[in-house]
T-cell receptor, first 111, second 113 residues
């Protein structure tokens, strides 16, 4: 079953604006990862945030994690048309790195 | 991060036939996994591919339908057996260490007609 729920399901913004996607999950986690998928192809790893971390940055990406609320957010600043894709959060629990994926957010960045 | 080569990238198959998908990782990884992504949906874990032993399947997936091999730390195959149109999906393999990022192959887009 899907553990993560993401909102919004779809987001349409203008180039240069910021995009924020939210992910909620149900159980304790080891880490939470964000991925991008272009047109149903393979997943590109964006950021991993561990359960003892609260915020991470990578370039134009900022991820927060609130384990008390079992939620995470992904912020993409100064969006570009090339950011148009589906974004998924995925949680890892227990040993290893078996992932449970969220429902995904479809982001469209218009020129 | 490691690179996973997955093939075929896509295939169109007749119902009742089987397709084997291969994944090759360019370095040894502790864990390998197989996921399915049905049209317009998110990813669902099929199984954990265990080196030298039977795969560990998630609820709703069985070995007879999705036999998996992992003869070594860098290679795994997934077979989709006795296919029906409901098996039309993207199948993705993944490799990972412990509490580190998981990386994915480019996926196999399967259409069953």
């Amino acid at each position: 079953s899907q553990q993560g729920e993401e909102d919004p399901q779809a987001l349409s913004i203008q180039e240069g604006e910021n995009a924020t996607m939210n992910c909620s999950y149900k159980t304790s986690i080891n880490n939470l990862q964000w991925y991008r998928q272009n047109s149903g192809r393979g997943l590109v790893h964006l950021i991993l945030i561990r359960s003892n971390e609260r915020e991470k940055h990578s370039g134009r990406l900022r991820v927060t994690l609130d384990t008390s609320k079992k939620s995470s957010s992904l912020l993409i600043t100064a969006s570009r048309a090339a950011d148009t894709a589906s974004y998924f959060c995925a949680t890892s629990t227990g040993g290893g790195n078996k992932l449970t994926f969220g429902t995904g957010t479809q982001l469209k960045v218009e020129l | 991060s490691a690179v996973i080569s997955q093939k075929p990238s896509r295939d169109i198959c007749q119902r009742g036939t089987s397709l084997t998908i291969q994944c090759q990782v360019d370095s040894q990884v502790t864990m390998m996994f197989w996921y399915r992504q049905q049209p317009g949906q998110s990813l669902t874990l099929i199984a954990t591919a265990n080196q030298g032993s039977e795969a560990t399947y998630e609820s709703g997936f069985v070995i007879d339908k999705f036999p998996i091999s992992r003869p070594n730390l860098t290679f795994s195959t997934l077979t989709v057996s006795n296919m029906s149109p409901e098996d039309s999906s993207i199948y993705l393999c993944s490799g990972a260490g412990g509490n580190t990022e998981a990386f994915f192959g480019q996926g196999t887009r399967l259409t069953v007609v």
